[in-house]
């Protein structure tokens, strides 16, 4: 397959298989487009986990253990923090630090976060454009029955217990697209988007949200092809299935599929939920999408991509 | 002996005795009012060698080793840092972080520096009154045939390195001196003042640039006792013999007497240049001042403390 393949993808879930794509696909064919709701400020530092999370497991620095943060990473600062009554719910290693850190700098100094991202990237030696949705501060603000919640003191320092009654995507409705995010979807070569397998309403909306950017993909020529977050029911990390629950939404991938409706042209269904694939009224691809290996992850891609070239061949037929 | 003591020191040297009087006197009884003129911005933490050390050494934290920072560090966000293309000349342990980001962090939510420095030593269960000379901010910068330099770019990036031809604190003419600090030389109880063994150009003169902090030393009814920075023509550690030799200053001890001289009722002197001891025209303790072991710091501490008992008791037999 040659052109560009968009990816679109949250934290950890959804940079599983980019990286599957960025290792079955040419280098700097892809683009991953990631979510920055997530971000936050936090003592003092510009923390960007998804971004983060994006560029450490394709660059293979990524703790499998924790599924966040730094591998081989060491903890003194968080130690010592603890011990002057700093901030301590939201941790952050002694590697990772040195990226927080280091970009705060660049950011105060006026680069913006896509050309930080990128500077990393290729520090990093990646050979994908790793780019975050926007420039802009877009900040996920979860409400509760106690009041409105910042992403991460939901997320984080309260573990996703207080019960999600709405989302907000605070700045959104003024954040313009990173310039890359936007060049990406209007490329003439675009072969097709990919929405990961990342949380619908925590990872992925938040782009959405961004006017311009839901615009360019409810339009754009090539197939975008969302990947089942959900397998069985459950989700295979993070609170993607107790979420819908919270919100009345049916436990489903028929959920996750209506909700992306005017943007997706087909669903990729783990082989476990094989049975619903009738209900749906796209073209569905069913696979095995629980991504253990690296080899999974490789496989996913490349049915994803597969999937993607039949339905831009029936998109084309069809003109 | 009861009262209050007060010390000034820089780093290094100048915390050595700090440190010895901290452990022989009374606890509460010591105010130490430490340079903030080698403090600067780095990486967007605002970063304080000489408060830092000192609070190290009282807290028995101080790297041994380095001379700086503190012990039992380890060093992953600087070799991480290195590999972003961060700024890698001034080491910052991971350890030591904490206390920059911790310490920026509070000061931009409108805390004081004064108000930051107390906290920390309270966590670190020090029981004398560890004071920055100010809240304001005052940055030596070194006159060199290359031009002016920040402290820090001369001291550490350039390893004192150019020739000095001027010093300049900038910032010293508007800044006011610590609350705290103020307090401590305004004190009724007040027993002595120590100018501890610190590079009396790069240390004590950034202090004493603030007008109110000298009128208050000049003024003071307590004795202003400096202990020799210089051994045998030499420092112990640290540039102030080259810099005494590169401003055309002879290099004994007798030319640190007289830069103090509206100053200080007493010196000390160390015992491999007693020769010069007739040549002060104030009143001289001539003693061991190298400080090799805490045994050292203690018996120095006690050394200083009588002569100023001596001092003092002189003084109030001619009032």
Chains 1, 2 share one sequence.
């Not at 903890?75 to 850190?101: C, I, K, P, Q, Y």
């Not at 819908?244 to 669903?267: K, N, Q, S, W």
Request: proline share 6%; with cysteine.
């Amino acid at each position: 397959m040659s052109g560009q393949i968009v990816a679109l993808c949250g934290g950890i879930g959804g940079a599983k298989l980019a990286l599957g794509l960025y290792r079955v696909l040419p280098q700097h064919a892809l683009t991953v487009i990631v979510n920055t709701g997530d971000d936050f400020e936090h003592l003092g530092l510009t923390v960007c986990p998804d971004v983060d999370t994006t560029l450490y497991t394709l660059a293979d620095l990524a703790n499998p253990e924790l599924g966040w943060g730094r591998r081989d990473e060491t903890w003194t600062f968080m130690r010592t923090l603890a011990t002057l009554g700093g901030e301590s719910w939201f941790r952050l290693g002694d590697a990772d630090l040195a990226l927080h850190v280091e970009r705060t700098h660049r950011l105060r100094g006026g680069a913006t976060l896509s050309e930080v991202t990128a500077a990393v990237a290729a520090r990093f030696g990646i050979t994908a454009h790793v780019v975050p949705m926007s420039d802009d501060p877009v900040r996920t603000m979860v409400g509760t029955p106690e009041g409105e919640l910042p992403f991460q003191e939901y997320f984080v320092r309260r573990r996703c217990e207080p019960r999600v009654t709405r989302l907000r995507y605070a700045g959104a409705e003024t954040a313009r697209p990173a310039p890359r995010a936007h060049a990406a979807l209007a490329s003439a070569g675009l072969q097709a988007i990919v929405i990961c397998p990342s949380n619908p309403y925590l990872s992925i909306d938040p782009l959405l949200a961004i006017a311009s950017l839901r615009a360019q993909l409810t339009a754009v020529a090539a197939p975008v092809i969302a990947v089942t977050p959900l397998v069985g029911g459950r989700a295979i990390k993070g609170p993607t299935a107790k979420i819908m629950t919270e919100l009345d939404l049916p436990r489903t991938p028929l959920t996750v599929a209506a909700h992306y409706r005017d943007i997706i042209d087909g669903f990729v269904l783990d082989s476990c939920d094989a049975e619903l694939a009738a209900q749906f009224d796209c073209p569905v691809q069913v696979c095995d999408t629980v991504m253990l290996s690296l080899a999974d992850r490789e496989r996913l891609a490349r049915e994803v991509l597969d999937f993607a070239a039949t339905l831009r061949a029936q998109k084309s037929g069809r003109q």
